[in-house]
DNA sequence: GAGCTTTATGCGCTAAATCGCATATTATAA
DNA sequence: TTATAATATGCGATTTAGCGCATAAAGCTC
């Protein structure tokens, strides 16, 4: 299943969600990822215009991964919320 | 149809190929992302570090956008490859 | 409540992305 | 080849992410 990201605050937010499922902290996460804790904590946050080869560490510790697709209106979204 | 984006050099490639594909130039695409085409340059080969806003704005204007997924190590690839 | 862990925030610093402009290099077309 | 467009590169200036350290704030457990 998928997760999109179209926003800083979306990927904060997922990365937050995948982190906290395997029940790491912050400062874990920062260890396998080579930054700091502070850092993980903004970018959770959106707090800041992260780099793409932080984000790019921070999947790779998480067993995650980008991928690009074409833009879909509706994706994950019930049809009746649509009228 | 989605495109692995594991590397700054995977997602300037996927990036410039979607450009292509809609016979924009560099200071096209650098005009509706509001950038300069001197930065597309530097992302669609990689050549910088490339801030995750940034990116997010090429994608719009491609039309396109990112996706977290869990990571597969066989995507895309014949199963016979891994043999 | 106290004590401990985790997360968020602040400040100065360094490194680097992006800007702005110019120009070199490469590709395209005639 | 020549002319033109597109892309890459160089340099100084500005902006900002991430570092390092400290600490405040929030959560959690007892």
């Known amino acids: ?31 396998r990822a080579g ?9 959770e946050n959106g707090g800041k215009d992260a780099k793409l080869t932080s984000l790019l560490s921070i999947l790779a510790a998480l067993d995650l991964e980008f991928k690009i697709d074409a833009r879909s209106r509706s994706e994950h979204r019930d049809i009746e919320a649509l009228f």
């Open 35 to 43: 930054l700091r804790q502070e850092t993980i904590s903004l970018i």
């Open 1 to 31: 299943m998928s997760e999109l990201a179209r926003t800083p605050n979306q990927i904060g937010t997922i990365i937050q969600r995948a982190r906290k499922k395997r029940g790491w902290t912050q400062a874990q996460l920062a260890e």
